[in-house]
């Protein structure tokens, strides 16, 4: 990245001795559909680009690693908004399975977080009635499309289907003029 960057300005630098010329970058977010560039596996749901998993059920830890093998992280809602968009998103695949997010209370029993960025997991988030660590054994946190609105905490072993949020993509350009 640091190469490709120094690399940019030794071009940009060159160009400018060569001619008077102005250059006005501009970097934007997401990934404009004119370039034609792929972002599969992921698809774009909102403004975030997503990768939904339903073929390979997987448990928690092994629904992590593969987030993080693909450079994404288990999901990690930002707002009820996201997880209202997902949830809809989720519920037209008429999946038979939960599908893991990046909730735990591993840390620190009963008090909830999302492993892959450390906040606390929002309390409005949560289906009624739960948390409630069901026979003492729920440390991993799912949503269940064919029941109620909101997060579960479940046992980290079953297998289920997860969420993996890539990062958001930004475009960079530059004008030369
Ligand atoms: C409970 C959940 C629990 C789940 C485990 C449900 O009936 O409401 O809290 O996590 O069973 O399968
Ligand atoms: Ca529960």
Known sequence: MIFKLVGLSAFVGVLSLCAAYKITPNVI??????????????????????????????????????????????????????????WKHLSAMNPVRPFWTAG?????????????????????????????????????????VTQGFGLNDDECAKLFYYVCKAPQPKTASFIVW
């Open 104 to 144: 735990t209370d591993f840390a620190e029993q009963d008090k909830h977080v999302w492993f892959s960025n450390g906040q606390p997991v929002p309390s409005i988030l949560w289906r009624e009635g739960e948390p409630n660590n069901f026979e003492n054994n729920e440390h991993c946190d799912n949503i269940y």
């Open 29 to 86: 977010d997401g990934v404009p559909s004119i370039l034609n560039i792929t972002t599969e596996p992921f698809i774009k749901i909102g403004t975030g680009y997503y990768f939904i998993q339903t073929k390979l059920p997987q448990n928690w830890h092994a629904a992590f690693e593969s987030c993080r093998q693909m450079e994404a992280v288990l999901i990690a809602f930002e707002s009820l908004e996201e997880m209202e968009m997902i």
